[in-house]
C-alpha cells in the first residue's frame, strides 16, 4: 500500500536526506518498508535566518501505517485515458500554440493524428525579435507580440510550473516537459520554475517533434470566422481561407478579444467571470532577499528570494501574483494604444530587481452586467495608461498612497520608455482602495515594501475576464458537437502547467 508522509523538515545547511527521518516517524513500522521516493520539496522562511527545506515522501509498505497525522494513503490513481474517438479526418485544426495547444496535439500524435496548428503570430524565433524591437523602439506587431505568438504569453515570463493538482495528467505533463528538456527537479520542487529562455527552447522543441509526426505549422494564421450549421461547426476561415476539418479546438489566449466577439456572434455560449486588475510593484532583490531570509548568504545558496502575500478580505480581496525574483518588468501590450504589464526572469533569476504584481479582483459589481463588461474594463484601464511611444506609467509606493507624482528616479523594465504618472488615475476608487489597503498590509509583513518599491502600470490580463461554455460531461462547446475549447484564455484553467494538462485532457479525447 502506498502512503504520503508530510512535514518531514530539513534544517537547509544539513544533509539532506529526509529518508533518514523516516525510522523516527515509523517506528517499529519501518521494517514494512518497501520503497521511498521525494514527492515534494517545499522551502519555509518563515523564520528569518533559519531556512527550512519541508519534504513530502511518498511510501509503500506491506502493512498499514501508524495513526499519524502527517501520515495520509495516497489517493486512488486518477484515470489519464478515456476510450478515444476515433476521427476519420487525421487533421484536426487547433487554434493557439501556446501551452494547451501544443499539449492538446502531443496527445493527438499519441494517437495517431496529425493536427494542423494556427496562431496569429509568429514562430519563437521571429517573435522574440518583433518583441524586442517593441522594446527599444515602440513597434509594436499588433499580430506578434507578448500575448500573441508560438509559446503563449507564458513564453515571455517566469516559467512558473505550479500545479494546482497532482493528477495522472499533471504527471504526464511534467514528464513531457523533463522528456523536451526541461530539469528533473520539476516534478518534485513546489515552486519549480523554467524561466524564459528555457520555455522557449522547450517550445520549440516539442514543434520540432510534432512536426516529425507529421503536424503542420501555420504562422501569422488568425482565426477570422466559424461557419456553424446547427450543432456543428463546418468550416472555418483563417486569413480569408477555408478549411473544413472534422474537429477544431479553440487554444486561445486571454488577448484574443477580437476572436471572441466573433465566438458570440456565431452563437458560440460564453459566460463573464471575475478576474483581478492592479499594478506591478518592484524592489531591488538584494532587498528582497534580505526582508525574506534575514542575511543576504542564503540567496548564494538559495538563490533569489520570493513572497506570496495575501491581505485579510474585507470587500474586495486583494493578493500578490507572478512574483518574478531577479526578473524584469515588463511592457506586453498587444493593442494599439493601450498599455500592460507583466513580469518575467530568465532561470538563473539574477537581475538586480524582482517585482510581482498587486491585484485586487472585480466583478460586475464594478463593470456591469454586459457580456462583455470586463472585457471593456481591462480596455478602459490599458487605453488610459497608454502614453506616446508606449511608455510605461511609473510612480513611487509612497507616492501612489500619496496621490502625488514622484520625481525622477531610476526605474526599471523592458519597455520602450517611462513616464511618472499618478497610477491612482487608472482604476476606480474602489479598486484603488483595496490596493492601498494591501500595499499597508504587505508593509507590516515586510516593513519597506512601501518605501522602497516603484509601481509600474497597469496589470490586467490576470485571467481571462470570459468563459467558453463547456458541455460538461463532453467538454465540447455548449451546443456545438466538434469546437472544444481548452487553457486559460477561455476561463477554464490557471499558468503554464493547467493549461497544458487541459489540452493534453482533451487531445487523448480523440485518435486516428
Same mark, same amino acid.
Given at each position: 500500500m502506498k502512503y504520503l508522509i508530510k512535514n518531514i523538515r530539513i534544517p537547509v545547511l544539513e544533509e539532506q536526506n529526509p529518508e533518514s527521518r523516516l525510522a523516527k516517524i515509523l517506528g517499529k513500522y519501518a521494517d514494512d518498508l518497501q520503497s521511498c521516493r521525494i514527492s515534494r520539496r517545499a522551502l519555509d522562511c518563515r523564520t528569518r535566518n533559519q531556512p527550512f527545506y519541508v519534504y513530502t515522501l511518498e511510501i509503500s509498505c506491506n502493512n498499514t501505517m501508524p495513526n499519524h497525522r502527517d501520515i495520509v494513503p495516497c489517493r486512488p490513481e486518477d484515470c489519464l485515458h478515456v476510450q478515444p474517438k476515433k476521427l476519420s479526418d487525421p487533421h484536426p485544426?487547433?487554434?493557439?500554440?501556446?501551452?494547451?495547444?501544443?499539449?492538446?496535439?502531443?496527445a493527438m500524435v499519441e494517437n495517431g493524428l496529425q493536427p494542423v496548428l494556427f496562431d496569429r503570430g509568429e514562430a519563437m524565433h521571429s517573435r522574440a525579435i518583433a518583441i524586442n524591437k517593441f522594446w527599444s523602439d515602440g513597434h509594436l506587431d499588433l499580430e506578434s507580440n507578448v500575448q500573441f505568438g508560438e509559446g503563449g504569453a507564458g513564453a515571455f515570463s517566469d516559467g512558473k510550473l505550479t500545479a494546482r493538482s497532482s493528477g495522472a495528467t499533471t504527471r504526464k505533463v511534467f514528464d513531457l516537459l523533463i522528456r523536451f528538456g526541461a530539469p528533473d527537479s520539476i516534478a518534485r520542487e =513546489?515552486? $519549480?520554475?523554467?524561466?524564459?529562455? +528555457? !520555455?522557449?527552447?522547450?517550445?520549440?522543441? @516539442?514543434?520540432e517533434y510534432l512536426r516529425t509526426k507529421g503536424c503542420s505549422f501555420l504562422y501569422r494564421s488568425r482565426l477570422d470566422d466559424l461557419l456553424v450549421e446547427g450543432?456543428?461547426?463546418?468550416?472555418?476561415?483563417?486569413?480569408?481561407?477555408?478549411?473544413?476539418?472534422?474537429?477544431?479546438?479553440?487554444?486561445?489566449?486571454?488577448?484574443?478579444r477580437d476572436t471572441f466577439r466573433m465566438l458570440s456572434k456565431r452563437g458560440v455560449a460564453?459566460? =463573464?467571470? $471575475?478576474?483581478?486588475?492592479?499594478? +506591478? !510593484?518592484?524592489?531591488?532583490?538584494?532587498? @528582497?532577499?534580505t526582508s525574506i531570509y534575514g542575511d543576504e548568504k542564503w540567496a548564494q545558496i538559495l538563490g533569489a528570494a520570493s513572497y506570496r502575500m495575501t491581505a485579510p478580505k474585507a470587500g474586495k480581496g486583494t493578493y500578490t501574483f507572478c512574483m518574478c525574483p531577479g526578473g524584469y518588468?515588463?511592457?506586453?501590450s498587444s493593442e494599439s494604444e493601450g498599455m500592460v504589464t507583466?513580469?518575467?526572469?530568465?532561470?538563473?533569476?539574477?537581475?538586480?530587481?524582482?517585482?510581482?504584481?498587486?491585484?485586487?479582483?472585480?466583478?460586475?459589481?464594478?463593470?456591469?452586467?454586459d457580456l462583455f463588461a470586463g472585457l471593456q474594463f481591462q480596455q478602459a484601464i490599458e487605453h488610459k495608461a497608454y502614453h506616446a511611444g508606449y511608455a510605461m506609467p511609473w510612480q513611487l509606493a509612497a507616492d501612489y498612497l500619496r496621490k502625488r507624482l514622484s520625481q525622477e528616479h531610476k526605474?526599471?523594465?523592458l519597455s520602450p520608455t517611462t513616464i511618472s504618472a499618478n497610477i491612482s488615475e487608472l482604476f476606480p476608487t474602489s479598486v484603488n482602495a483595496a490596493l492601498e489597503k494591501g500595499l499597508c498590509h504587505f508593509d507590516k509583513i515586510l516593513p519597506g515594501f512601501i518605501q522602497e518599491g516603484i509601481i509600474l502600470a497597469p496589470e490586467t490580463r490576470t485571467s481571462s475576464p470570459l468563459r467558453v461554455i463547456r458541455d460538461r460531461q463532453n467538454l465540447h462547446c455548449h451546443g456545438i458537437s466538434n469546437l472544444y475549447a481548452i487553457g486559460e484564455g477561455v476561463g477554464y484553467t490557471g499558468g503554464i502547467i493547467s493549461s497544458a494538462a487541459d489540452g493534453y485532457l482533451i487531445g487523448s479525447r480523440f485518435s486516428g
Open positions: 485544426c487547433i487554434i493557439g500554440m501556446g501551452p494547451a495547444g501544443l499539449f492538446c496535439a502531443l =513546489a515552486l $519549480p520554475h523554467l524561466g524564459t529562455e +528555457r !520555455i522557449r527552447q522547450i517550445t520549440t522543441e @516539442i514543434r450543432e456543428a461547426v463546418t468550416g472555418i476561415s483563417v486569413n480569408n481561407q477555408i478549411f473544413r476539418p472534422e474537429l477544431t479546438v479553440l487554444s486561445v489566449g486571454n488577448a484574443a460564453l459566460q =463573464a467571470k $471575475p478576474f483581478a486588475v492592479g499594478f +506591478r !510593484i518592484s524592489h531591488h532583490q538584494q532587498w @528582497i532577499n518588468v515588463i511592457a506586453a507583466n513580469g518575467m526572469s530568465f532561470a538563473s533569476r539574477r537581475h538586480e530587481f524582482g517585482n510581482a504584481a498587486i491585484v485586487t479582483a472585480v466583478n460586475e459589481a464594478d463593470y456591469g452586467h526605474v526599471d523594465c
